[in-house]
Structures are given as structure tokens and as C-alpha cells.
């Protein structure tokens, strides 16, 4: 009986700290170029599960020194996790007309400090990894 009671307070301790680890990645985190966001993630904590969106720029670099927005889209996150200090999800692309082509895009935000970490998608070699934080505006 003694040894039940101790598995279940486990069982409570892990999941009330994986719950807490949801809710800290909950906020909106921002990537800039020169002072345009470049991609902007919503993470929201549904009862102890992520959930959110991605607003990917479109952005014009022919004048490195001002780039702006040519066009955005925004993708419902699917299989959205959480593993340690990494979350990742997909988005399913869509084609310049705005229907979806099918194609999923895996992506991952690696915590590096408190609001801060590293953003990249993993399908495609020319894809940087970026500086994200939450709630604050950053200048790449």
C-alpha cells in the first residue's frame, strides 16, 4: 500500500512539472529582421497542452538595410511537443495562392534562457536557425 502511495505522488509530481513546463513556453515569440518581424509563433496552454499558430513574413531583403513585408501567411501548429527544453511542431505549407500543397514542415524552438531561444525549420538546407523572444521586440 505504501509503495502505491508513493508511485501515484510520483505520477502527480511528473505531470504537474511537465504541465508547468507548458504553460512556461505559453506566450508570443518574435524573430526580427532589422527591426520587421520576420516570424511570429503564438503558443497558448489549453488545460496542460500547447496549442497555437505561426506567421511566417514574407520578407523583402533587395535593400539589406530596410527589408519589409511582402506577404505573410499563418499556420494552425499539428503535433505540437514538448521535449526538455525543445518544442517542435508542423505547419502544412501552403502555395503562393494560399491553398495548401500538402507538404509538412517540421519546426523547433530551442529554449536558450528564460524568453529566448533558437527557431528553424528542419525541411530545407538553406533555412536559418533564428534568435526568437517572448514578448519583447528583437532586432537580428
Known sequence: MRIQSIIAILVFICATAASAAQTEMAGTWRAYMKDVPAVILHLQDDHGKLQGTVVFNIINREDPNHPSILGSQELVLLNPSLAGNVFSFQVKRQSDEGAES?????????????DEGLFKCLNGADSPEVKMVRGKRLSL
Do not use: I, N
Open 102 to 114: 500538402g507538404e509538412m514542415v517540421t519546426c523547433r524552438l530551442s529554449l536558450t534562457g528564460h
